[in-house]
């Protein structure tokens, strides 16, 4: 029991330690089972006033391909404000000049001073973009670039400070990943907007984008991303209120912007719950530049202008298996902000899982010790369900995001340690088992029996089945001849050569009587190839004899084989006290009397044509047409070519025999000529000699009835 306690103590102390390392393979899994929350419940609720501004394929057929030049975007900002949208955002870097600007031609240093100070005159491009910016409340983009460059326009990267992030608690800078230097936007239009916000993403590892930060960092200064720009901005704020938990592990808490609280990760960012991409968000830009938007629906909308052109590059993977342009996360995350559905995993949740995985893991790994497979598996499926369940309600009810999979994982692992011990028991003393059955009935069958106790039944069923039946000619005199310990070990070494030859064949022992033995193929397992197997048998086991009655230097008799092929009954028959498996029906007792047919007909292998039908390429030669006792059909059998014949198989005396026989079974009177001609030729072939003496005897025909058993 107290080793049992210690590696249950151990399979969980390992499993917790897993999830609180939580490698990469586990945030995988546990983002694809969010992932599947979200493409079974995603996002809906009422309009909060996001619109997309879509820089569209037909935007750019219409009015020339992107970057637009900055007095267009100047018009867009200016219908903007015409209508009373709430504020502007831009999805876009504007860090160069406009390329139409008149100090940007690359002509003006050529040009004579008098015309040069005229294109100067020219009224800034940029200038006006400014200008529009000043009038409306607007945030401008800027990204962050890892390798700390500086910006495309030669200037440190840089941007107006226009918002102040007020820190409760513990510093948030610790925890706020490093993002770089700052790619801002020009100063003449850093200055005119209201704010500006990151546009940087960090998907995961899959490349789909679940959060969104909302707070970033460069050096010492916390920086916020678009959406939450357009949140402050759009509420007239100057202040984000960050608050960072004081505890051991640390990490951001909350982002609290004028009067909506945001919940974040320990890294300031946002779960997205994504819902569909719906048409009533994106306004063309063709048409706010053309003047077909009715002005009332711009009025307090929320706008942000990006792209969904597939050639501008910026598109994003998201849970629910679709691809949206980097603006529709924006307009996602900006509406979860303003309807207050937000997606939260507090810190608190791991331990609530660790201490699942702990309190289930106990469960059910004690009970797989202690009361068998079915109740721990019974109790594995509830623990496991009710983790599933709960995990589900949260996210439906609650939008928590609380992990079942890595507690399933777990209690998982505290059923399969103690379920393979004890399997890998059991296994060992099946097999000590089997070992120790194995030396008195056959492998296959203890076997079967192990594989299947439910058949150690009294009970039958029909099947077709081969048997082979032995007996070493001479064995009660030469036990009589010989010391007892010399016939022990003679017959034992006999015995032991023959069955290793029954089982390398897959046969089964049905039983031994002395020197006799009785095996069966295609039963307790069926074998559709038995015939083969009940044919190649008792060739080598006749080799075998041969060979062993020559080694041991003793007259050790020649061993008789009959083999014969037919349906029977086979399973466990006697009483509720002892049974016995074996096989019952005419097919056994044909099988035994060929075996003592071979001392009539001179053999040594007699096989029936039942069985020689299912041998591929096996080469036989027709004995007689056997009667046994107390039949009434006769039974055509056959001999082996290499049973008993001297040396090679000589095919011209083959080819003799056939054409005798032939004559024999027809009747023929040219038979009793053909035998003597053969008994020629062949004076040592006893089935030549058995026919011949018939021949000469009076009888007709290849039928022989046997009298005796």
Not at 215 to 240: D, K
Not at 255 to 275: C, F, I, N, Q
Not at 531 to 545: G, I, P, S, W
Request: net charge neutral; proline share 7%; with cysteine.
């Amino acid at each position: 029991m107290a080793g049992q306690a210690g590696v249950l103590g151990a399979t969980l102390a390992l499993a917790l330690a897993v999830l609180l390392a939580d490698p990469a393979w586990l945030r995988a899994l546990r983002h694809g089972v969010f992932d599947q929350y979200q493409r079974w419940q995603p996002r809906s609720g009422p309009d909060m006033g996001v619109r997309i501004v879509d820089v569209d394929e037909d935007s750019l057929a219409r009015l020339g391909q992107w970057p637009w030049p900055r007095t267009r975007l100047a018009e867009l900002v200016e219908r903007a404000r015409a209508g009373g949208a709430a504020a502007i955002g831009f999805d876009a870097v504007f860090a160069e000049p406009d390329r139409s600007a008149p100090r940007a031609l690359p002509q003006l240093a050529a040009l004579p001073a008098a015309a040069r100070a005229a294109v100067l005159a020219l009224p800034d491009p940029d200038a006006r973009f400014a200008a529009s910016l000043a009038d409306v409340p607007a945030v401008l983009g800027f990204s962050l670039r890892p390798d700390g460059a500086e910006v495309a326009n030669g200037a440190p990267a840089s941007l107006p400070e226009r918002a102040r992030f007020v820190q409760l608690g513990a510093s948030a800078l610790a925890h706020v990943p490093e993002g770089g230097s700052v790619v801002a936007p020009l100063p003449l239009l850093a200055q005119a907007a209201a704010g500006h916000g990151a546009l940087s993403f960090l998907p995961d590892g899959d490349g789909v984008l679940r959060r969104v930060p909302l707070v970033l960092r460069t050096g010492e200064r916390l920086l916020p991303s678009l959406s939450a720009e357009m949140l402050r901005v759009a509420q007239g704020q100057t202040n984000y209120l960050l608050r960072a938990d004081d505890g051991p592990a640390g990490g951001l808490t909350e982002l609290r912007v004028g009067r909506y609280a945001l919940p974040v990760t320990a890294e300031g960012e946002l779960w997205l719950h994504y819902g569909a991409s719906v048409p009533a968000r994106r306004i063309p830009a063709w048409q706010l530049l053309q003047g077909q938007v009715d002005p009332a629906s711009l009025r307090g909308r929320l706008l942000l202008v990006g792209s969904s052109a597939q050639g501008l590059q910026d598109l994003r993977f998201t849970p629910l298996g679709s691809v949206v342009p980097g603006v529709e996360v924006h307009a996602q995350a900006l509406e979860q902000m303003l309807s207050g559905a937000l997606l939260r995993r507090p810190a608190g949740l791991d331990a609530l899982e660790a201490l699942a995985l702990l309190l289930g893991g106990l469960l059910v790994g004690t009970l797989a010790f202690t009361r068998g497979p079915l109740p721990s598996a019974a109790a594995l499926l509830a623990v496991v369900g009710a983790f599933a369940g709960a995990s589900w309600w949260a996210f439906s009810a609650q939008r928590l995001l609380v992990d079942p999979l890595a507690p399933a994982l777990g209690v998982l692992a505290a059923f399969g340690v103690p379920s393979v011990l004890r399997h890998h028991a059991s296994e060992q003393r099946r097999r000590w088992l089997a070992r120790a059955f194995s030396r008195y009935v056959s492998p296959n069958l203890v076997s079967h029996i192990v594989r299947h106790p439910e058949q150690l039944a009294l009970s039958g069923e029909r099947r077709h089945c081969s048997f082979i039946f032995t007996d070493l000619a001479g064995f009660t005199g030469l036990m009589e001849r010989i010391d007892p310990a010399d016939a022990v070990g003679l017959v034992n070494g006999y015995l032991d050569g023959m069955i290793a030859i029954v089982f390398r064949h897959q046969g089964t022992l049905d039983r031994f009587i002395g020197d006799a033995l009785a095996i069966m193929f295609s039963a307790p397992l069926a074998q559709r190839d038995h015939r083969q197997r009940a044919y190649d048998c008792a060739l080598e086991m006749q080799r075998f004899a041969d060979g062993y009655a020559r080694g041991r230097g003793r007259p050790l008799g020649h061993t008789r084989i009959g083999v014969h092929s037919g349906e029977v009954i086979v399973g466990n028959f006697g009483g509720h006290t002892m049974f016995d498996y074996r096989a019952l029906g005419d097919a056994v007792n044909t099988a035994a009397r060929l075996e003592g047919a071979n001392k009539y007909l001179g053999t040594r292998v007699c096989v029936s044509e039942a069985l020689l039908a299912g041998c591929a390429g096996a080469r036989a030669r027709p004995v007689a047409r056997l009667l046994p006792q107390g039949k009434t059909q006769p039974l055509q059998v056959y001999q082996p070519l290499h049973d008993g014949l001297p040396g090679p198989v000589d095919e011209a005396a083959i080819a003799a025999y056939a054409a005798a026989y032939r004559q024999l079974a027809g009747e023929a009177p040219q038979a009793l000529a053909a035998f003597e001609a053969l008994a020629q030729q062949q004076p040592g072939d006893p089935l030549v000699r058995l026919h011949l003496e018939r021949l000469r005897r009076g009888e007709r025909g290849d039928l022989i009835v046997l009298a005796g058993k």
